[in-house]
């Protein structure tokens, strides 16, 4: 097959560089080895992190079309109330981390939607089950991608003009020699403050294997079951992670990200307001539905309770990636037993809640997890520039760690604030936020201040039609930590996308876009046009 650009992983970022890429007439490809596209967003089963200002601004038009495609889609198919149906900021799942919290399946029927008239009319085709072996580099261009079909076991090959990684993992750079970054750089290799004393390349933010979990409030409910296979290992494990954990990985003590000092959060509040795990990632609500059609509720499991972080998944042996994942699935189902039978319960000092279950049908797997295991750090790029901490960090840049992301003065550029690129392709906002790693560091979780996205970023340093589309840009390990969520990487990708197109367009290359002037300025101009921001506004309605 050939076609003018191969997006290589179906995620959030690789679905933005389709639809950007495809608006301006190029034929694209997009590979996936899931069954359904939109990676964090559906089978990784992600609830969206967003920033506080993501109504208004901080994220790209199409971004912004996807979340209303949510509620249009719950507004068509869903009984809701007439006050949930009338509201234009409509969470239809009503958790605290963001303002729209959905079901996978929703963002996959967003998702869908959004591609559809440009799959109708040939301009994107979609390859799912696809998972990328080898590729063909002559110089420093990639011609081509060979793929594995998972399902029938046999090869084929895609040639494209312009090739894109958009996989969890970064899975191109090493099947294309690609000069690439794993794990931690050290303090002397960046110089920020947060980066370790020496460099690790497996030392890696520990991955979740999510699930969905519903409650049955009917009196007598006992969803319970036998003990997942590793019970007893996940059951009395202590994390060997330094600041030390608060005790047990099963249990309500555990961590504060921030402080790191110990704290306790239940699974449903003790008190009106108490923090508490339902509430934070809940998915389906009671709330929006009349009384007689009122689902159980549904939360999404993405708590540090089941984030896995015993060893590394990238550059290892397949049989040691295997064992690994087998094993972040087992502390999942072993994080729902204990939470069906011996999690302690605040309100009557009981134990166990057996009403909780998987519901079926939710995530399109057989067992009712995640399709796949949420990837919080991949492979990255060796780019023409590297965004660190010293760029975006808040305290880097001369100030005071604000604790939260809730606005504090009404202007985003009030003093400090983060670097301004002049080649800038998008921007974002959010906390840097490392949960503990593979190399056994706790939580870094900091804060930064509204960013951009430079060009320079999405540059190889040696090859010329390699572009990332996700998480895959030139960051660092800790800066990894902000430009990793969802809108960020739509961004990424979205941009990636029509950087390829533009360069096709005009018989150019990603390098000298960015070291022309009018060239760049030109591309920058398409980019405000397709409603790409390319730096925060000075002001924000508080």
């Known amino acids: ?276 795990w339902w509430r934070y990632r809940k998915i389906v609500t009671r709330d929006h539905y009349p009384a007689d059609l009122a689902p159980h509720e549904v939360t999404l499991v993405n708590w540090p309770l089941n984030d896995y972080f015993q060893g590394s998944i990238i550059d290892q042996p397949a049989e040691v990636v295997a064992q690994r994942l087998r094993s972040a699935k087992q502390l999942s189902l072993s994080l729902l037993h204990w939470l069906q039978t011996e999690c302690p319960r605040p309100e009557d000092g009981g134990t166990g809640y057996p009403g909780l279950y998987i519901p079926a049908g939710l995530m399109g797997s057989d067992d009712g997890l995640a399709l796949a295991p949420y990837i919080r750090e991949s492979r990255r790029i060796r780019a023409l520039f590297t965004v660190t901490e010293n760029h975006v960090g808040t305290e880097a840049r001369g100030g005071h760690d604000i604790r939260s992301l809730k606005p504090r003065p009404a202007s985003f550029n009030a003093s400090p604030r983060a670097e301004r690129f002049p080649d800038s392709v998008g921007v974002g906002c959010y906390r840097i936020d490392l949960h503990p790693s593979t190399g056994g560091d706790n939580y870094v979780d900091i804060s930064s201040l509204p960013f951009q996205i430079p060009l320079g970023s999405l540059l190889p340093v040696r090859l010329r039609n390699l572009l990332p589309a996700c998480k895959n840009l030139g960051v660092t390990h800790i800066t990894n930590g902000c430009y990793r969520l969802h809108p960020v990487e739509w961004n990424i990708g979205e941009s990636a996308g029509l950087l390829a197109a533009f360069c096709l367009s005009r018989n150019t290359e990603p390098y000298t876009v960015r070291a022309t002037p009018d060239l760049l300025k030109e591309f920058q101009s398409l980019l405000i046009h397709q409603g790409v921001e390319l730096e925060w506004p000075e002001e924000h309605p508080v």
Request: charged fraction near 20%; include cysteine.
């Open 1 to 276: 097959m050939k076609t003018d650009i191969l997006i290589v992983g179906g995620g959030t970022g690789g679905c933005a560089a389709a639809m950007s890429a495809a608006s301006l007439g190029f034929r694209v490809v997009i590979t996936e080895e899931m069954p359904w596209l939109g990676g964090q967003l559906t089978s990784q089963a992600v609830p969206s992190d967003e920033h506080p200002w993501i109504e208004w601004h901080g994220c790209t038009a199409r971004y912004r079309r996807f979340r209303e495609a949510l509620r249009q889609h719950y507004r068509d198919h869903y009984p809701l109330l007439p006050a949930a149906r009338d509201n234009p900021h409509l969470n239809p799942g009503g958790g605290s981390v963001s303002r729209i919290t959905c079901e996978p399946r929703a963002a996959v029927a967003a998702i869908g939607n959004m591609l559809a008239f440009d799959r109708m009319r040939g301009r994107v085709t979609v390859l799912y089950h696809r998972r990328p072996v080898g590729a063909e580099v002559r110089g420093d261009v990639v011609r081509s991608v060979e793929l594995l079909n998972t399902q029938t076991g046999g090869c084929e090959t895609i040639e494209a003009r312009y090739i894109l990684d958009a996989t969890e993992l970064g899975e191109l750079l090493p099947l294309c020699g690609a000069e690439y970054v794993t794990g931690s750089e050290s303090r002397g290799q960046t110089g920020e403050a947060h980066a370790p004393e020496k460099a690790d390349p497996q030392n890696m933010q520990a991955i979740t294997w999510c699930f969905p979990l519903a409650f049955d409030p009917t009196p007598g409910a006992n969803h319970a079951g036998d003990p997942p296979a590793e019970y007893r290992k996940w059951h009395d494990y202590v994390p060997a992670v330094t600041p030390p954990w608060a005790g047990r990985l099963l249990a309500h003590d555990d961590i504060h990200p921030i402080t790191l000092k110990p704290r306790r959060v239940n699974l449903f509040p003790d008190k009106p307001g108490a923090p508490c």
